[in-house]
């Protein structure tokens, strides 16, 4: 079985901070891991997903996330927090095998302060 | 970019109709495609996998004679709330995955009101 835990789940910095967003995975399984951005009343969008190898993926509009199988994190960052950035953050996870049967995290919304 | 198109994107409906809900894929062939149900302020929960040309998979709690879902051809799943109440309106979202690549793209999701 698998599931994610993301610690916060609200998360407010000031405009050009940085951004980091927690997420914890459990799986029996070696995982695909992703990252997902929502606006509101509106679908997902992806920033970043982690397959195999290079475990520090970098995604859209300056996001990065690095895998540590050894403490099951998968934490998002941005070095300089946008305006624009102000959104709801998910987290989720699917068995190589299964990819688009996501376990999706609670969610994380990050606010942006001027 | 790989596209999946949802309609409606939103649909008002009133106590005990019935409202069917299309996902496709549009520029690519999904034998499979997900259906998730996110309440307000909440994660999304994936209610069921939608295999083209045999019974779609439900996750457990998830009533599949109250959301039908039919997978009739490489590029179109549909997912019908039968007998629609209150308590049924969410924001319902599908994801495709290509067939090729395995990848999985989500549609825009669909906001189900039950008056």
């Known amino acids: 079985a698998q599931s994610v835990t993301q610690l916060g789940s609200h998360v407010s910095v000031s405009e050009g901070a940085l951004v980091l967003l927690r997420c914890n995975y459990s799986?029996?399984?070696?995982?695909?891991l992703f990252w997902y951005v929502q606006y509101p009343n509106q679908g997902l969008q992806l920033l970043l997903k982690?397959?195999?190898?290079?475990?520090l993926v970098k995604g859209i509009n300056g996001f990065e996330a690095e895998f540590k199988k050894s403490e099951t994190s998968f934490h998002l960052t941005k070095p300089s927090a946008h305006m624009s950035d102000a959104a709801e953050y998910f987290c989720?996870?699917?068995?190589?095998?299964?990819?688009?049967?996501?376990?999706f995290g609670q969610g994380t919304t990050l606010q942006v302060k001027p | 970019g790989a596209v999946v198109s949802q309609h409606p994107s939103w649909v008002i409906c009133k106590s005990g109709t019935s409202v069917k809900i299309e996902c496709r894929s549009l520029?690519?062939?999904?034998?499979?495609m997900f259906w998730y149900r996110q309440f307000p302020k909440q994660s999304l929960m994936l209610m069921a996998t939608?295999?083209?040309?045999?019974?779609?998979?439900?996750e457990q709690g998830v009533e599949k004679d109250k959301f039908l879902i039919n997978h009739a051809s490489l590029t179109l799943s549909t997912l019908t709330v039968t007998s629609a109440h209150p308590e049924d309106s969410s924001f319902y979202i599908c994801?495709?995955?290509?067939?090729?690549?395995?990848?999985?793209?989500f549609g825009q999701g669909t906001r189900l009101t039950v008056v």
């Open positions: 994801s495709a995955r290509n067939s090729g690549t395995n990848e999985a793209f």
């Open positions: 799986s029996s399984v070696p995982p695909y």
């Open positions: 982690y397959t195999t190898g290079a475990t």
């Open positions: 989720a996870v699917s068995e190589a095998s299964n990819t688009g049967k996501l376990i």
């Open positions: 520029d690519f062939q999904a034998t499979t």
């Open positions: 939608s295999n083209e040309g045999s019974k779609a998979t439900y």
